[in-house]
């Protein structure tokens, strides 16, 4: 837990404080952690693995909203708020779950600063990200959106780049609000600017291309 960002910064006497009642579960890709409506129970940290959460309306199909991996806790707006989730959570590769309880997490921000300060930075990261899924959704093409998505993946700044799609790609359409056949067209149309490969593993010409195509303004 040392090395999750959310926990970094508390006293040992502090971490074994929050971890009284908490535990780890190791669940298998495809398995339902929690479900939209749910009361927020836990706060749910990712230790190993991914997950994605979606959100549905009734009567219409699930859509990816957002994909977390290793370090990231999940949905501490509602267990902040008391709140239900607003969105499901399913485990999209084999993962690690630690399970703090939520009323044990509530009591501890209240109580100690340096978590709360924690849990401050976590909620504006959280609203940044969606700040740039809705002005990415409002203001980018679908191609426009996988060339940024592929840009932010990309450890480099600069030159060629190859780069490995953490999800496969029916989740990676689903959460750039695309159809799997729009993501594949997408892919294609972006051959012109230098991007091929095949599954999960991409190849880049050149960053500097693509990010012009996308008008990438590197804010996140």
Not at 25 to 40: D, N, R, S, T
Not at 52 to 78: N, Q, T
Not at 141 to 158: D, I, K, M, W
């Amino acid at each position: 837990m040392r090395h999750q960002p959310l926990f970094a910064g508390l006293t040992a006497e502090r971490l074994a404080r929050l971890t009284q009642g908490a535990f780890v579960q190791g669940l298998p890709k495809g398995i339902l952690l929690f479900g939209q409506g749910e009361e927020a129970s836990f706060l749910h940290v990712i230790l190993e693995g991914r997950v994605a959460l979606f959100g549905s309306i009734e009567g219409e199909a699930e859509e990816v909203v957002e994909v977390f991996g290793a370090g990231d806790a999940i949905i501490a707006p509602a267990v902040l708020l008391r709140r239900p989730y607003l969105m499901s959570g399913r485990v999209v590769s084999e993962a690690r779950i630690l399970l703090i309880p939520a009323e044990t997490f509530r009591f501890h921000v209240a109580e100690d600063v340096r978590l709360a300060h924690a849990a401050a930075l976590l909620l504006a990261g959280y609203w940044r990200q969606l700040v740039t899924q809705i002005k990415n959704l409002k203001l980018r093409s679908g191609a426009e959106r996988l060339a940024a998505y592929l840009l932010a993946l990309a450890t480099q700044a600069e030159g060629p780049a190859s780069v490995t799609l953490p999800e496969e790609r029916k989740l990676i359409a689903s959460r750039l609000g695309l159809t799997p056949e729009t993501l594949s067209r997408a892919f294609r149309g972006l051959a012109a600017y230098g991007v091929s490969g095949h599954g999960r593993q991409v190849e880049i010409a050149e960053l500097a291309r693509l990010r012009e195509f996308t008008r990438w303004d590197g804010l996140r």
